[in-house]
């Protein structure tokens, strides 16, 4: 079965550093999304791609956080600098569909970043 | 915008039922159910796009009240493998982002 790739696995990085994600859906999968998740707490919404188009980032904090899905295929989440508060898993997911409204998401195994 | 789950944490012995909430402030096109076990990601249980709506998958079925804007998932007969956190995600009316509920986390021991 087709999945979502997501890299790296793991990512420590120090406050201040830049670091990126890397995410490639289910071929033929036109909407991509970025999820964080706090341990224990349900996935959080950052951002929605429609093809290479954002189509919601109202939950992106745009002053460090930047998305990009250039060719409408895979996506890079960047956070620069990063924060002890960005610690979290970053999952990443995709459906086909307009927009996925009626299509289940295929979720990515994420990469869980460590900021110190 | 986030749904409300609920309970946060049920504890069952193999065989039994539970039943898991969840709730909108806003009017809903669909509800969607995933489970996650510790250290994986989210899986996909369902989807329900019309109020009043049941589906089944295994012995897991939900049902969705579109005027009460909630949405319930039974677990019936329990097994080991059920145990997991269990999310709600829901879309609204006149949108297109899937927001997730708080989570309810399931143990089911023998």
């Known amino acids: 079965e087709a999945e979502v790739a997501q890299s790296p696995r793991y990512k420590i990085t120090e406050k201040s550093q830049a670091v990126a994600f890397w995410c490639d859906p289910i071929s033929g999968h036109a909407t991509l999304y970025w999820y964080r998740q706090i341990l224990g707490q349900g996935p959080e919404l950052l951002v929605q791609?429609?093809?290479?188009?954002?189509?919601?980032d109202s939950q992106l904090p745009k002053d460090r956080f930047s998305a990009e899905r250039l060719k409408g295929v895979d996506s890079t989440l960047k956070i620069q600098p990063a924060e002890l508060g960005d610690s979290a898993m970053y999952l990443c997911?995709?459906?086909?569909?307009?927009?996925?409204?009626?299509?289940?998401?295929?979720f990515g195994n994420g990469t869980r970043l460590t900021v110190t | 915008q986030q749904p409300v789950q609920s309970p946060q944490a049920v504890i069952l012995r193999e065989g039994e039922d539970a039943v898991i909430n969840c709730s909108s402030s806003?009017?809903?096109?669909?509800v969607h159910w995933y489970r996650q076990k510790h250290g994986e990601a989210p899986v996909f249980l369902m989807i329900?796009?019309?109020?009043?709506e049941q589906k089944g998958h295994e012995k897991i079925s939900a049902s969705f009240n579109e005027k009460k804007q909630q949405s319930s998932l039974y677990l019936t007969a329990s097994q080991l493998s059920y145990s997991g956190t269990y999310f709600c995600g829901s879309i609204q009316t006149g949108a297109n982002n899937l927001f997730f509920g708080t989570g309810t986390r399931l143990t089911v021991i023998p």
């Open positions: 791609f429609q093809d290479e188009s954002v189509v919601d």
């Open positions: 806003k009017a809903l096109y669909s």
């Open positions: 997911a995709s459906s086909s569909g307009t927009q996925g409204r009626n299509s289940p998401l295929h």
């Open positions: 329900l796009l019309k109020g009043g």
